[in-house]
């Protein structure tokens, strides 16, 4: 007669091995799942820390930058009053010079009393003291640099006997300086 085999405690043994293998495994799995989640998320957080670090950096090259637009605007507008500045010295020489031309042109008998400039018209008047004196002034007045002929305007007499003139001359527009 046969002697009978219980295989239930090896059955049992082999159950308990495979839990074991499968619960190692699904460990194994979900430890690798976990490992490669955390890395993910440590480079998605240092991606993160990167882009943030770049913003920074762009925000503070973009203030950089517009303080040095802003420096170099005002530099710029300085610049621009000095030249401004430099040319209405430059204008102011050039008439002082052309007033002291014509103050010294004038006759010895003839004085200025008024002078305006006004839209390329320079307007002069003044009084002579001895009428023989007009033909030398008159001839004074057609040379003036940087101004057209003189036309001459009304003459007259004052209470005390001088005389009173006027002229007006246009500039030229070929000039640079008034």
């Not at 102011?92 to 004085?111: D, G, I, K, N, Y």
């Not at 002034?137 to 305007?153: H, S, V, Y």
Request: a positive charge; charged letters at 25%.
């Amino acid at each position: 007669m046969s002697a009978s085999v219980n295989f239930l405690p090896w059955r049992q043994s082999r159950q308990r091995k495979r839990i074991r293998l499968a619960c190692l495994c699904v460990s194994g799995v979900m430890l690798t799942l976990l490992v490669a989640g955390g890395s993910r998320l440590a480079e998605s957080r240092l991606q993160e820390t990167r882009l943030v670090c770049h913003v920074e950096a762009e925000r503070q090259l973009i203030r950089a930058l517009t303080q040095r637009e802003e420096q170099f605007r005002l530099r710029l507008a300085e610049r621009a009053q000095q030249q401004r500045q430099q040319a209405a010295r430059r204008q102011t020489a050039a008439w002082h010079a052309r007033l002291v031309s014509l103050a010294e042109q004038l006759p010895a008998q003839a004085w200025l009393t008024g002078l305006t400039y006004q839209n390329d018209v320079l307007s002069l008047s003044g009084v002579l003291v001895r009428f023989s004196a007009l033909h030398d002034l008159d001839e004074q007045m057609q040379r003036i640099d940087g101004f057209q002929p003189a036309i001459a305007g009304k003459m007259a007499r004052d209470k005390d006997g001088r005389w009173l003139f006027s002229y007006q001359m246009k500039r030229r527009a070929a000039d640079a300086a008034p």
